[in-house]
Structure formats: structure tokens, C-alpha cells
């Protein structure tokens, strides 16, 4: 099974600010996902982030709240900018290699926003 | 993003009991079919899954019936055990086109009674 680490674990920012969430994975693979899962509800997907190219975002989320990066096969970040309270939630990172079935998710980074 | 409709939200069974929770899907691209497991404060984990090719699925205590033509499927947890209490997710996804993320039902609160 693969392995993902997340950092950070859990942050408390302040309105207006940005913060950085790192994933990393224990394999290369193609293709990484970004969720929100806002208190006590599902996961929904943000974005698709694919090695060398511009992430694929679903409706309601865009490039300028929550850039991405996607550096290598390994490692990927995604920024909330301009935090609100309304961006409290946890955030996860997962992936899903070709071949195979199992989409693997980190233990996500809790985000609590004054 | 298409849906995938979970019930019921919340569920309440004594030890031993049968908890069912039922799922259905409107993508007829879907052909597969995981179950996920979260505790709280982790990431969510793979408990079991199916393909459209069975109707049935057995791990353990866990099974997954499936439906192809009502596009229905339910979690079944055979003698279930206080340590089962945990959110239990459905998802479908196309299978193996590795770009294409789970898309979510919106989990069920399951509660075992000792």
C-alpha cells in the first residue's frame, strides 16, 4: 500500500493569510488529487495535479484560491490563499496509481481559520 | 461532479447487529466501486471494493452487494463490533484510467453499541 505524508498535520491562521500544505508521496505516480472535507461532511475534490502540467480543477475551485504545485512524481503543494472561515476544513491529499484500483489518501491537514 | 447518493446519514446498532448502507450512482462510466472506512482525525482508508462483473463481494465481516441495473449498491457488516463505530464513505470512479479521482457519497455516521 503507499504511503502519504501531509504537512502540516493542523494549523490555525488568521483571516486574509495563506498557508502551504506539502504531500508527499512513498512512490511515483502520475496523477494526484486535492480534497475538501469541511466539518462532518464528504470529500470533495478540488483539483487534479499532474507532473509537469497545469492542475485540472473542478467546478467551484479556482487557480487563484488554491494553486498547486506539482514539482515531481513524488511531491506536491496546494495553497489556500486569502483564508476566510468559510476555508475551515480538512484538507487531503491522495493518490491513485494507473494499474491499480486503490486510491490512497494522507491523514489530511485540519485548517481553522479566526 | 457526478453524484453519488448515500444513505442513511447516521446509524445506530447494537453489538451483533447487520448495519446496511445503500449507495447509488448516476455515471454509467462507473465500474468501480470502493467503500472507505474514517476514523476521526485520519485519512480515510480502503475497507473493500467492487466491480460491476460480480454481485456480490466478501472480505471478513464486510460485504458489498451490487445492482448493475437499478446502478445500486450497499455496504453490509456482519456481527458488528463497537470498533466499527467510524464514517463510512462510498465512492465510484471510471476503473483503471488512473486520471480520473473517486467521487464521494456523503457518508454515513455509523454507531455500534456494546
Known amino acids: 500500500s503507499a504511503v502519504i505524508s501531509q504537512k502540516p498535520s493542523r494549523d490555525i491562521c488568521q483571516r486574509g493569510t495563506s498557508l502551504t500544505i506539502q504531500c508527499q508521496v512513498d512512490?511515483?505516480?502520475?496523477?494526484m488529487f486535492w480534497y475538501r472535507q469541511q466539518p462532518g461532511q464528504s470529500l470533495t475534490l478540488i483539483a487534479t495535479a499532474n507532473q509537469g502540467s497545469e492542475a485540472t480543477y473542478e467546478s467551484g475551485f479556482v487557480i487563484d484560491k488554491f494553486p498547486i504545485s506539482r514539482p515531481n512524481l513524488t511531491f506536491s503543494t496546494l495553497t489556500v490563499s486569502n483564508m476566510s472561515p468559510e476555508d475551515s476544513s480538512i484538507y487531503l491529499c491522495?493518490?491513485?496509481?494507473?494499474?491499480?484500483?486503490?486510491?490512497?489518501f494522507g491523514p489530511g491537514t485540519r485548517l481553522t481559520v479566526l | 461532479q457526478q453524484q453519488v447518493k448515500q444513505s442513511p446519514q447516521s446509524l445506530i446498532v447494537q453489538k451483533g447487529g447487520i448495519p446496511i448502507i445503500n449507495c447509488a450512482y448516476e455515471n454509467t462510466a462507473f465500474d468501480y466501486f470502493p467503500w472507505y472506512q474514517q476514523f476521526p482525525g485520519k485519512g480515510p482508508a480502503l475497507l473493500i471494493a467492487?466491480?460491476?462483473?460480480?454481485s456480490e463481494k466478501k472480505e471478513g465481516r464486510f460485504t458489498i452487494s451490487f445492482n448493475k441495473s437499478a446502478k445500486q449498491f450497499s455496504l453490509h457488516i456482519m456481527d458488528s463490533q463497537p470498533g466499527d463505530s467510524a464514517t463510512y464513505f462510498c465512492?465510484?470512479?471510471?476503473?483503471?484510467?488512473?486520471?480520473?479521482?473517486?467521487?464521494f457519497g456523503k457518508g454515513t455516521t455509523l454507531s455500534v453499541s456494546s
Open positions: 512512490s511515483q505516480v502520475t496523477m
Open positions: 467492487i466491480r460491476p462483473d460480480v
Open positions: 465512492a465510484g470512479a471510471p476503473l483503471n484510467q488512473a486520471g480520473t479521482a473517486l467521487i
Open positions: 491522495s493518490q491513485r496509481s494507473f494499474g491499480t484500483d486503490t486510491q490512497y
